[in-house]
């Protein structure tokens, strides 16, 4: 039963702490121009959401007056 534990749970948590840590060795700081490109991207895709969601709000208000006709 214990083997069983050690081999189910422990060895793979083990293994996987292990593979983590080589990682976050590997890990470095992004610069200041990655880190500038990555928050242009970030704030261009939220402006772009925003405005695919006014156009659509402007559609659709017209077209639910009519259905609702208020």
Do not use: H, W
Request: charged share 15%; net charge positive.
């Amino acid at each position: 039963m214990a083997d069983m534990i050690r081999q189910e749970l422990i060895t793979p948590l083990a293994e996987f702490y292990t593979g983590s840590k080589y990682f976050l060795m590997k890990c470095q700081k992004p610069t200041f121009e990655e880190f500038s490109k990555v928050g242009f991207s970030t704030a261009a895709g939220f402006v772009l959401i925003g405005f695919i969601g006014f156009i659509v709000k402007l559609i659709f208000i017209p077209i639910n007056n009519v259905v609702i006709g208020q």
